[in-house]
């Protein structure tokens, strides 16, 4: 909602357990008002901070403003909340609307009703205005609305993003995967790697974790290459966009300082990771090879490993799944000092690598609950205890 210094309330959606990452992110973009909460930060910006944030924001999936807010505990509080906003400044008649509504602790019970009332809300004012009304697209609306209701309280939010801010557009196919663009950028801000240093991937896959990170550390803004809903609204300037979009293609570096190499040993995941990359625009910046993490040896020892090795979710995996883990802790045993991190949404695998934690985050990855586990390698042998690790 609007005040007087022209900032807007706003929250910034995320994966469940990436709040950390995403609220870091926004403190480090100069963003107002910072505040974590659950799935996602809340914060306040200026239109063209939302546009930039749009722009910007790597471990965010959504961001939305706030438009109204007020007592909504019956049909007749929805329609007075939503008669009074003045819905045609956001769209114009001949768009599409659609509104994703969620109901928590409400006598209001039913999420369909309430989304059902506000729309019938926004078409009534555009009939008392222009004779018309708007029509629903749930699939690519103009104006796409968030309806949230807690306890008898609603709020209205209009989602800048449109698509989920994890569809960069580099990305050549939609890949079946745990991770997706957003949730890899989350981790790796987690992970603590300085931008600078070896980064290593040996279990690479499609190489997000690897595109993300070049990305990163290129100040290459990861919502250049995409549309988003805010460029179809009558209230946002359209030189303004096109102001923030060069501005974010500037700042764009053709090299980074960071050495960055993957493996995997399916020729079919190097393909996709490297025309991935050659898309993103960074496939100058990583050296891959198609090998088993038990052959692979890096041109640099790596500072940081991040990896998301099987465990039961990724497509073409056999049943091999222990005998991967026990290489990935065979290799990574190479690099004395290195900082491992490693993705697990199953906790009897990760003790297979004989390695003790030294921090752990629970992160959601479609509706999986995994564990982020980061690890310092030390010059020490195993030890038979160390095979106890439990997540």
Known sequence: MEIEDGLREAHAACTLGLEEALAAELSDLGY????????????????????????????????????????????????????????????????????????????????????????????DRFRMLTGRRPSVDTDAPDLPLKLLVVRDE????????????????????????????????????????????????????SGTFLIEAAMWAAEMAPGLQRAFAFEKW???????????????????????????FGADRHPG?????????????????????????????PPEPPSMVVTNPPWGERLGEADD????????????????????CVLSGDPGLTRHLGLRADRKWPVMTGPIECRWLRYRIDARPPRGGDFEETP
């Open 269 to 297: 995941a190097i393909a996709l990771a490297r025309k991935g990359a050659e898309a993103a625009g960074v496939g100058h910046m990583i050296t891959w090879a198609e090998t088993a993490v038990d052959a692979f040896d």
């Open 154 to 205: 609603a709020t209205i939010w209009r989602d800048w993003s449109g698509e989920s801010l994890h569809k960069r557009g580099w990305r050549p196919v939609q890949v079946k995967s745990p991770l997706n663009e957003a949730i890899a950028a989350g981790l790796l801000r987690l992970s603590g790697w300085d931008r600078a240093s070896v980064l290593v991937d040996p279990m690479c896959g």
């Open 234 to 260: 009558p209230d946002v300037d359209p030189a303004m966009v096109r102001r923030a979009r060069a501005s974010a293609a500037a700042r764009a570096k053709s090299s980074i300082p960071a050495r960055l």
């Open 32 to 123: 107002a008002d910072v505040k974590a909460g659950r799935g996602g930060v809340a914060f306040r910006a200026s239109k063209r901070g939302l546009v930039e944030a749009c722009l910007w924001l790597r471990t965010a999936t959504r961001v939305m403003e706030l438009l109204g807010r007020g007592p909504a505990d019956s049909r007749e509080g929805f329609l007075r909340l939503a008669a009074a906003l003045p819905w045609d400044r956001w769209m114009r008649v001949d768009q599409t609307i659609a509104v994703d509504a969620t109901i928590r602790d409400s006598r209001v019970s039913h999420s369909g009703f309430a989304a059902l009332v506000l729309k019938d809300a926004i078409c």
């Open 321 to 340: 799944l222990i005998v991967s883990w026990m290489d990935l802790s065979r290799w990574v045993r190479k690099f004395p000092g290195a900082g491992v």
